[in-house]
């Protein structure tokens, strides 16, 4: 999960209290299973952490399987800081169709256009 936050600022948002436990705090697995165990008010999800995805504590709900299936097969959503991700998606689409038509050639020329135009929208300020 990515998300506009910060990642320490996001992670706190998840556990509310649970990060009060530097013990708890400085082991992230425990972080994933407390989470996945609703602890602290948490969202009952693990954070996608593999190691606490599979953890005996977890894995006993009758519900949890499917996350220890689902997990390797994901991707990592990643979204601009900027939240401009409709406009980097419609650059990145403007700049590389003509790769995938036959128009252009995948050539140091063509990378370097793809990323300054990539670039030029992640420069720019949150709306």
């Not at 190691?51 to 005996?56: C, G, L, P, R, S």
């Not at 979204?79 to 169709?97: G, P």
Request: hydrophobic share 35%.
């Amino acid at each position: 999960m990515v998300s506009c936050l910060p990642a320490g600022r996001l992670l706190r948002a998840l556990a509310g209290g649970l990060l009060a436990d530097r013990e708890v705090r400085r082991d992230r697995k425990e972080v994933g299973i407390r989470l996945g165990e609703g602890q602290g008010g948490a969202s009952g999800t693990s954070g996608a952490r593999v190691d606490a995805v599979t953890d005996a504590r977890l894995t006993r709900n009758p519900l949890h399987p499917v996350f220890v299936d689902m997990l390797p097969k994901t991707e990592v959503v990643r979204l601009s800081y900027n939240v401009r991700d409709e406009e980097l998606n419609t650059t990145f689409h403007q700049v590389s169709t003509p790769l995938w038509t036959g128009e252009r050639q995948p050539d140091d020329a063509f990378f370097t256009e793809l990323n300054d135009a990539v670039q030029s929208v992640l420069d720019k300020p949150r709306p």
